[in-house]
């Protein structure tokens, strides 16, 4: 990238950070960000740039474009829906070549009481959608399983996990079939005027797959501050990873950039 571009787009990132809402509001909003079953309408873009991938060491990327929407189930429930659209860039793994596209979408609906407290739980399906615009960016196969989420909220400190586990059909074309495992533990510490450090890092697990190439484990984290855009409230992040157990063809470190846009009732 031209030096001129990154000198740019840090000069922009940081009269975006000098703003701020008032400290009731930063604080409030801060804490539904970070809750994945708030009761708030959002729309995050997260990208994450994974290093040293495939056999010639290029970098991944991806992209998932997450909405989150809310519908009130009478005064005690809510449904919380996200849906996770991927935009994948694919280097090269064999002589196919790279590719670039959509990958296959997720859908998660968590059923939770509308007013947990401090303590806050969803619990309910997730669905995986096929939408892979190339065979190489998705399993070609149907699935679905069950997710559940929970957290404390106490002072500054926000901290649960979300764990999910989706089993497929399997694909048309003798495809393996999907049986993946996802854990993401995460914990926020909220500091003065919107900012916050963050610790995010998804852990998966392909159960199909050979026992030194199942698991992925990330450690890391970063920092984020919540602001407005004019008289739009958004939430920015920036989280690095590094990867204590991986598959052979996945890099050691990834960075994540998040820009999620906040739609308060």
Avoid: C
Avoid at 183 to 205: C, E, H, M, R
Avoid at 229 to 257: A, C, H, M, S
């Amino acid at each position: 990238m031209n030096i001129r571009w990154i000198v740019g787009l840090g000069l922009i990132l940081g009269t975006l950070l000098t703003m701020s809402v008032n400290a009731e509001e930063t604080g409030d909003l801060a804490a539904a960000a970070q809750n994945p079953i708030a009761d708030l309408i959002s729309l995050p873009f997260q990208n994450n740039m994974n290093f040293d991938y495939g056999p010639d060491g290029d970098v991944q990327n991806v992209l998932n474009v997450q909405p989150v929407w809310p519908f009130d189930l009478g005064d005690n429930w809510n449904l919380i829906t996200r849906t996770i659209l991927p935009v994948v860039s694919q280097p090269h793994l064999d002589e196919s070549g790279s590719t670039f596209g959509l990958g296959d979408t997720t859908m998660t609906a968590w059923l939770s009481p509308a007013d947990g407290g401090r303590f806050v739980w969803g619990v309910g399906p997730v669905l995986l959608i096929p939408t892979a615009t190339d065979d190489r960016l998705g399993a070609d196969q149907w699935g679905g399983g069950a997710s559940i989420v929970a957290l404390v909220m106490s002072g500054p400190w926000v901290a649960g996990g979300l764990a999910n586990n989706i089993w497929g059909e399997g694909g048309s074309d003798g495809e393996p079939v999907v049986n993946q495992f996802l854990l993401q533990p995460f914990v926020n510490y909220n500091l003065k005027d919107g900012w916050y450090i963050v610790s995010g890092p998804v852990i998966t697990a392909n159960w199909e797959a050979e026992s030194a190439d199942r698991w992925t484990v990330p450690v890391g984290g970063g920092v984020g501050k919540v602001f407005r855009i004019g008289k739009q409230p958004v939430n920015l992040n920036t989280q690095v990873f590094y990867n204590l157990e991986k598959p052979e063809w996945v890099g050691d470190w990834t960075w994540r950039l998040q820009f999620q846009l906040l739609f308060p009732k």
